[in-house]
DNA sequence: ATTATATTTTAGGCAAATCTAAATTATTTT
DNA sequence: AAAATAATTTAGATTTGCCTAAAATATAAT
């Protein structure tokens, strides 16, 4: 159970790199972390060394191969851990992320293979988001943020970022994995947005949490 | 996951005071923890402070009330987890230590109930040994060990202790658990046993591993 | 192109958990 | 009961991962 500070770097910079492996900051780092920027500087450096990273100072991180195997594979345990807590445990959304982020660094590659066997190997996780399988392969999905959706546009909601309080309030107006949305209006003032949700109750949605909602177009 | 120091020594001192709360010594632990005596006696301070253990110096330690709840929680846990792994997953008796010992610092209260829910509230673990309900109650077995039988005595294998080395031996000589065993002749020059199995084939165990069978009569 | 602001890094420290080597206390032997 | 041996503790270091405050660098604004 060593180097559970360095598989939550490596994971948080693969998520925070998106599809496109762009370079990550260290302010952004440390706030997805919960830690300050001198902390973040002094583990990028210990991960370059370990070849996990290409750090050049002042100029964000990009995984290497290496590091990005490493990150998919935490991020497959995390997401495997999920959709057991969710399908045998029967937890519910909110309650699993704490217990994942833990789950994810037990460190046994005979435990992970069973586990996936014995789900059956799920393609995705209850949030939506692909479990990478053995080999590190998913299917990108062509995801957009609701924030970024035009007016009148319709969509279906795909995924929610794993933040408990976020998740209880999503489930309280009715908005879960599957739901059809349309927007209907977006307010130009504070970019909040007025939804339909399955054709029926219409809701208002800040801009904060919109960004926080992936959806299928 | 902070504390798993802590709670490897909580669970060290409960396993290794026995049945009757024994004291229980800074070498042995030392031993049992792989660690070198004096790192022992740094962590027996602070348990001391934290009230986790009663420690005077030169004179061993046993558990406070507040103590041996937390090792027992933590001995529910492993083998709630151990069960998990022989039961669900298809994990050889050999193969569970390790991974348990790291998913029994897994802190999450909803977990293990609803793990315990899931598994049907085992009584034991597939080495034979109790699991501690919710409110750290078990029943404890009277078991011998097996190097302490008497010549012609007949008993019942029961328990084995947790070392994967052992179990794969065990295994390859025909012991598992409920074997029946009969003690054929003790050698007294190096007190290794001559036994018989279920009636049938007979084998030599020496003393050393006579020590870790338990056996009920 | 300077200046002001924001970001990142360096320097120096701290707490936890471990270690080695030396000192202390207990136990066993003669 | 003195001496020898064994067990335990103290003292002082090390490593890891984090911190604050100050310095350095990059970016934005005038």
Redo the contacts between chains.
């Keep these: 159970?060593k180097n559970?500070s360095e598989e939550n770097y490596l994971k948080a910079i693969f998520i925070l790199s998106g599809k496109n492996d762009q370079e990550v900051f260290t302010n952004d780092l440390a706030l997805y972390l919960s830690n300050k920027a001198a902390s973040v500087t002094d583990m990028l450096k210990k991960l370059a060394q370990k070849k996990f990273v290409s750090y050049k100072k002042y100029s964000g991180v990009t995984l290497t191969e290496q590091g990005k195997k490493k990150a998919i594979d935490i991020v497959r345990k995390h997401r495997l851990w999920e959709f057991f807590?969710v399908n045998?445990?029967?937890?519910t959304w909110d309650?699993i992320h704490?217990?994942a982020e833990?789950?994810e660094?037990?460190?046994?590659d005979?435990?992970i293979e069973?586990?996936d066997a014995?789900l059956r190997f799920p393609q995705s996780d209850p949030h939506g988001d692909p479990i990478p399988n053995r080999n590190g392969k998913f299917k990108q999905t062509n995801s957009k943020a609701l924030a970024e959706l035009a007016e009148r546009s319709n969509a279906i909601v795909f995924t929610v970022t794993d933040k408990p309080d976020l998740l209880r309030y999503l489930s309280k107006i009715g908005i879960a994995l599957g739901t059809k949305v349309k927007v209907l209006e977006k307010i130009p003032f504070d970019n909040s947005l007025l939804l339909q949700l399955n054709g029926k109750n219409k809701i208002q949605v800040s801009a904060d949490i919109a960004k926080h909602i992936k959806v299928q177009l």
């Design positions: 159970m559970i807590l045998q445990l029967g937890f309650e704490e217990v833990q789950l660094h037990i460190q046994s005979l435990l069973r586990l014995y």
